[in-house]
C-alpha cells in the first residue's frame, strides 16, 4: 500500500529507478506479460506476478503504469494507450 514492497518477495516500488526510468517499456513489459522470481533450494516457489496483457486494455495498462510511476512521491511522465500499443507490438516480434 505504501510502495515500500516486502523484503525478499515484492520490489520497492517507491522511488525505484526501475519505475522512474524516462523509458517506461521495462515496466510495460512486467505489467503486460507478468515476471517470476528465479526459484531456489531456500525457496523453491519464486514469486510472481501474472501478465495483465490478456485482460487489460491499452489504455488502462498505461493508467496502471502512470500511477505506478506517480504514486508514493514518484514523478515520472504518464504513460499512454500509444505506449502500451507499441510495447505490445514488439512483444509479439511486430518492431514498433
Not at 517499456?25 to 501478465?51: E, F, I, K, Y
Amino acid at each position: 500500500m505504501d510502495g515500500n514492497g516486502i523484503a525478499r518477495l515484492l520490489p520497492t516500488l517507491k522511488g525505484s529507478p526501475f519505475v522512474l526510468q524516462a523509458n517506461p517499456d521495462s515496466l510495460l513489459h512486467v505489467v503486460l506479460n507478468g515476471t517470476r522470481a528465479v526459484a531456489t533450494d531456500a525457496a523453491p516457489t519464486g514469486p510472481a506476478m501474472p501478465a495483465f496483457d490478456w485482460k487489460l486494455s491499452d489504455a488502462e495498462v498505461a493508467s496502471v503504469v502512470t500511477f505506478i510511476r506517480n504514486a508514493w512521491g514518484n514523478a515520472a511522465p504518464a504513460v499512454t494507450a500509444g505506449d502500451v500499443k507499441s510495447m505490445r507490438q514488439k512483444l509479439a516480434g511486430g518492431g514498433g
